[in-house]
């Protein structure tokens, strides 16, 4: 079928601009698909303590859509540990998980064997290192915080009441991360990270890639890190950022509300193309 066939869903096509529909209906129309997820963001909103974040709800509901789908492939691709990703993204059965920027990944039934992350004892004293250098700075400032990560660390600004200070204690942090043997800074969001492992959402999607074999990868990010994914993107691949800021994306939403459109574009053309089949 062609994907002019595809019904318009009157919640969903309004959202989004014409160019990214053409593409959502071109991409659903390939047989096997990998659609690749950024949490924070881009499937749930930005929220002042990290705990809490959740994905939007209507998002959720068009992962678990999607996912249960043939020949589609969900996958987060967080800088999320694992086990956070876990708990707060609640992946539908068969999600593949990437976390801690590529450094951690749980793709299960596609390599059973494949193990966790182990840090060589380099590594575990160069991420001690890196949680006093950032503790260390963070009780100095109220408001901020730090993730202990399994691959490093990330110092929070989010809470910090003052736009000045927060920006110092990131200025501070960059200049300390500087200084350590073996730790690599992340830029973020009112966040920096440092990792003792070299990994990126590049490497992590190009992973997937050669487990999955689909026809086209979408990927979807709002953040700086999300880059090194857009970067692997190519043939029939769709890259879209959630947001402002540059981006190598073709294409643009404004905010993780929109997200849903994206997937449901997808979903709605995909089963509308299975029925015709059947
Ligand atoms: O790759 P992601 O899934 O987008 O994860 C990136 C980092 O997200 C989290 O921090 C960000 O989201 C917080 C909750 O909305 C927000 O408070 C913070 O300011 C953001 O930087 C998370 O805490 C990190 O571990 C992730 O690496």
Redesign the pocket.
């Known amino acids: 079928m062609t994907t002019d066939h595809v019904p318009q869903d009157a919640s969903v096509a309004p959202l989004l601009d014409d160019d990214l529909l053409a593409a959502l209906r071109g991409f659903a129309a390939l047989p096997r698909l990998l659609v690749c997820l ?5 499937v ?1 909103e ?5 705990s809490e ?1 959740r994905p939007v709800p209507a998002n959720a509901e068009a992962i678990r859509r999607l996912a249960g789908l043939d020949g589609v492939r969900v996958a987060y691709v ?3 540990p694992l086990e956070s990703l876990r708990e707060l993204a609640a992946p539908p059965s068969g999600a593949l998980l990437i976390g801690s ?1 590529g450094a951690e990944r749980d793709v299960a039934d596609l390599a059973p064997h494949s193990r966790g992350l182990t840090l060589t004892p380099g590594q575990q004293a160069a991420r001690r290192e890196l949680l006093e250098v950032f503790e260390s700075i963070a009780a100095g400032a109220e408001g901020a915080w730090v ?1 202990h ?1 399994p691959a490093g660390a ?1 110092i ?1 600004v ?1 809470k910090v009441p003052d736009a000045g200070e927060a920006e110092q204690v990131l200025v501070e942090s960059r200049a300390a991360v500087a200084t350590l043997d073996e730790v690599h800074p992340k830029e ?4 920096l ?1 440092a990792v003792v492992v070299q990994a990126d959402k590049g490497e992590g999607i190009s992973e997937l890639r050669r487990l999955v074999s689909p026809d086209a990868v979408l990927f979807a ?3 700086v ?2 880059e090194f994914g857009f970067a692997v993107l190519a043939g029939d691949d769709l890259g879209v950022k959630v947001g402002e800021g540059e981006t190598r994306a073709a294409h643009r939403i404004e905010a993780p509300a929109q997200l849903a459109a994206v997937l449901n574009t997808i979903a709605e053309a995909r089963e509308a193309r299975d029925e015709e089949q059947q």
């Open positions: 950024d949490f924070d963001g881009c749930s930005l929220v002042a303590d990290a974040a967080s800088g999320r920027h993730e990560k990330a929070h989010r973020g969001k009112m966040v990270e990010g709002d953040d890190t999300d």
